[in-house]
């Protein structure tokens, strides 16, 4: 059984770059294997021991055998390390931490909104792999996505060339402001879903920063969705991971033993700090 207390040393085997801040690690144990299993939703502490640890959501599938993802962007003195490392190098990792999405209850059989903002698309890759590996689970997939410019747009090459080849899948992609060489959407997430005509008995799951959730939601309502159809993710808030530190408690709530994946009409029984 795996001790989420205890870290594995784990070595990253693949590094990808993004966009200009956005790195995807690939990471295996010392033994070349997954440092262990998770639903998608979950979280991993990673370490650069002497220097910081931080969560992380995993951003791999749980279908995906072999290794685990983290993609990263560079924010603060942990992940500029992280972004200055090379392949071989070893950081240790533990989890998995949090509840995941409900994929294989409250999902399962539905139509599926994704609805994601810059790295908010990381929490919800783990996600839209899964469904994609279970096809026959999920009816149709929907997938909303903006950043920045398109410089930001994260997983581009593996949304463009995969998942808009999927079948029964829709993606629409939307950056800030105009920009040369893009001719796709323009504008901000939050009034690209409403333009969009989505089918309001789907099901959502939206991720991103505070404030595009929070008006993307308010969005979402006035189109016709209920909070009960709505799920979102709030790993941001989670520090120690176990309920232990409580920095990330809101109200008599813990994100990361009662979250980080909540339903929108949950949120609404906590204190308004969030």
């Given at each position: 059984?795996?001790?989420?207390?205890?870290?594995?040393?784990?070595?990253?085997?693949?590094?990808?770059?993004?966009t200009?801040?956005?790195?995807?690690?690939?990471?295996?144990?010392?033994?070349?294997?997954?440092?262990?299993?998770?639903?998608?939703?979950?979280?991993?502490?990673?370490?650069?021991?002497?220097v910081?640890e931080?969560?992380?959501?995993?951003?791999?599938?749980?279908?995906q055998?072999?290794?685990?993802?983290?993609?990263?962007k560079?924010?603060?003195?942990?992940?500029?390390?992280?972004?200055?490392?090379?392949?071989?190098?070893?950081?240790t990792?533990r989890?998995?931490?949090?509840?995941?999405?409900?994929?294989?209850?409250?999902l399962?059989?539905?139509?599926?909104?994704?609805?994601?903002g810059?790295i908010?698309?990381?929490?919800?890759?783990?996600?839209?792999?899964?469904?994609?590996?279970?096809?026959?689970?999920?009816?149709?997939?929907?997938?909303?996505?903006?950043?920045?410019?398109k410089?930001d747009?994260?997983?581009?090459?593996?949304?463009?060339?995969?998942?808009?080849?999927?079948?029964?899948?829709?993606?629409?992609?939307?950056?800030?402001?105009?920009?040369?060489?893009?001719?796709?959407?323009?504008?901000?997430?939050?009034?690209?879903?409403?333009?969009?005509?989505?089918?309001?008995?789907?099901?959502?799951?939206?991720?991103?920063?505070?404030?595009?959730?929070?008006?993307?939601?308010?969005g979402?309502i006035?189109?016709?969705?209920?909070?009960?159809?709505?799920?979102t993710?709030?790993?941001?808030?989670?520090?120690?991971?176990?309920?232990?530190?409580?920095?990330?408690?809101?109200?008599?709530?813990?994100?990361?033993?009662d979250?980080?994946?909540?339903?929108c009409?949950?949120?609404?029984?906590?204190?308004?700090?969030?």
């Amino acid at each position: 059984m795996n001790d989420m207390l205890i870290p594995s040393v784990g070595v990253v085997t693949e590094i990808r770059k993004d966009t200009p801040d956005v790195k995807t690690f690939r990471v295996v144990g010392i033994d070349g294997k997954k440092p262990f299993e998770h639903i998608p939703g979950q979280c991993a502490m990673i370490s650069v021991p002497g220097v910081s640890e931080g969560m992380f959501s995993i951003t791999s599938s749980p279908t995906q055998s072999e290794y685990m993802e983290f993609s990263i962007k560079k924010c603060g003195c942990l992940t500029e390390w992280l972004h200055s490392m090379e392949v071989g190098q070893q950081v240790t990792v533990r989890g998995p931490f949090g509840n995941g999405f409900p994929v294989d209850t409250e999902l399962k059989g539905k139509n599926l909104i994704f609805i994601a903002g810059g790295i908010g698309l990381a929490p919800l890759h783990s996600v839209i792999n899964y469904v994609r590996a279970n096809r026959e689970n999920y009816g149709k997939v929907t997938v909303v996505y903006g950043s920045r410019s398109k410089d930001d747009l994260v997983d581009i090459n593996e949304i463009q060339n995969e998942w808009m080849n999927e079948k029964d899948f829709e993606v629409h992609l939307t950056i800030d402001r105009p920009q040369e060489g893009w001719d796709g959407h323009v504008g901000f997430v939050p009034n690209f879903v409403k333009e969009l005509g989505l089918n309001t008995q789907d099901t959502v799951l939206l991720c991103g920063p505070p404030i595009m959730i929070k008006f993307t939601l308010a969005g979402l309502i006035e189109l016709g969705f209920e909070k009960t159809q709505v799920y979102t993710t709030m790993e941001l808030r989670m520090k120690c991971g176990i309920g232990k530190c409580g920095r990330c408690n809101i109200g008599d709530k813990y994100v990361c033993k009662d979250g980080p994946v909540f339903r929108c009409d949950q949120l609404d029984e906590m204190p308004s700090e969030y």
